[in-house]
């Protein structure tokens, strides 16, 4: 089966809830040995949890992206005991959201070290090991308001945006290794992020969506398993958007 993921070993940033926990089990499912990531005690106690209950290989590991030497250490750690990251999906992410006038530099810089400085240091920890073996996947989680950008998200959206042409870099640099470096752009997908929201405005963005629904967590692990398969080896520097329609590219 080409979607069978049996001796890989895939790393999740962000695991803990919504949107990486869907990933972590849709690997886990397919055979990968999955390691998440949580930036709590609690959030790495949910991940083994879930792992074990599920009867899922693979382990846990608080993490906060925002720290070089942090994931210096996790990814030495992983190849230490593993012997090899093959899969590497930059889902952890944050909202701080302000119009600009009133964003502060706070709050735009938070959003810029946890978005995409990250997929910066995360992508290079792990590639000289994936360049050795010359193969890898390299996903990362960026966002149709990359695409569209939107009021409010001026932060968020330069991260989003961000990923898509880091991607398109990448791909070019490592493709003669065997490494494959995609994205997945999810619209609006039901999770802690967007639960806040008023239920007035989720009606009104409902209205807007041609499948006329919000999406779930599986709608954007499902991509992130496709191209994590070998179904997906000859397709690199992409953004899949999964959005129901909201946004065509
Ligand atoms: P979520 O439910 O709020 O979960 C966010 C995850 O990121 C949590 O596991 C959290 O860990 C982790 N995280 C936050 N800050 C971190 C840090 N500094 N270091 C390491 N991990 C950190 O969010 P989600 O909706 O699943 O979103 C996942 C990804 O999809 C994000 O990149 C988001 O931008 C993107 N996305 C979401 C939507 C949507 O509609 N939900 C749409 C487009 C794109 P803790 O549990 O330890 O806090």
Redesign the pocket.
């Known amino acids: 089966m080409k979607n069978n993921l049996t001796g890989k070993i895939a790393l999740i940033?962000?695991?803990?809830?919504?949107?990486?926990d869907a990933i972590i089990i849709a690997l886990g499912k397919q055979g990968a040995t999955v390691i998440g990531?949580?930036?709590?005690k609690k959030?790495v106690e949910n991940i083994d949890n879930k792992l074990k209950k599920l009867n899922i290989k693979g382990s846990s590991v608080i993490?906060?992206?925002?720290e070089e030497s942090q994931i210096v250490t996790v990814t030495k750690n992983i190849i230490d005991n593993y012997g090899k990251i093959d899969i590497l999906v930059n889902?952890?992410?944050?909202v701080r959201d302000n119009l600009l006038m009133r964003m502060s530099f706070d709050e735009w810089d938070d959003v810029i070290n946890?978005?995409l400085s990250s997929v910066y240091k995360m992508s290079k920890a792990v590639l000289r090991s994936m360049m050795k073996q010359r193969s890898g996947r390299i996903i990362s989680?960026s966002?149709?308001?990359g695409a569209t950008g939107n009021a409010g998200q001026t932060n968020y959206a330069a991260t989003?945006a961000g990923i898509i042409g880091f991607t398109k870099s990448l791909a070019r640099e490592v493709g003669a290794r065997g490494i494959t470096v995609n994205a997945v752009a999810?619209?609006?997908?039901e999770?802690?992020?967007?639960e806040k929201l008023p239920s007035e405005y989720k009606k009104e963005l409902t209205g807007q969506i041609p499948l006329n629904k919000i999406g779930s967590?599986d709608d954007i692990a499902n991509a992130v398993l496709f191209l994590a398969s070998d179904s997906a080896c000859y397709i690199t520097a992409q953004t899949i958007h999964v959005n129901g329609g909201l946004y065509a590219s």
């Not at 940033?13 to 990486?20: C, E």
């Not at 889902?91 to 944050?94: E, K, T």
């Not at 999810?186 to 997908?189: A, L, R, Y």
């Not at 999770?191 to 967007?194: F, I, S």
């Open positions: 940033t962000g695991a803990s809830r919504g949107i990486g990531t949580a930036t709590t959030g993490l906060d992206v925002k889902n952890a992410g944050i946890t978005n989680i966002s149709v308001i989003k999810p619209g609006f997908i999770t802690d992020m967007t967590v």
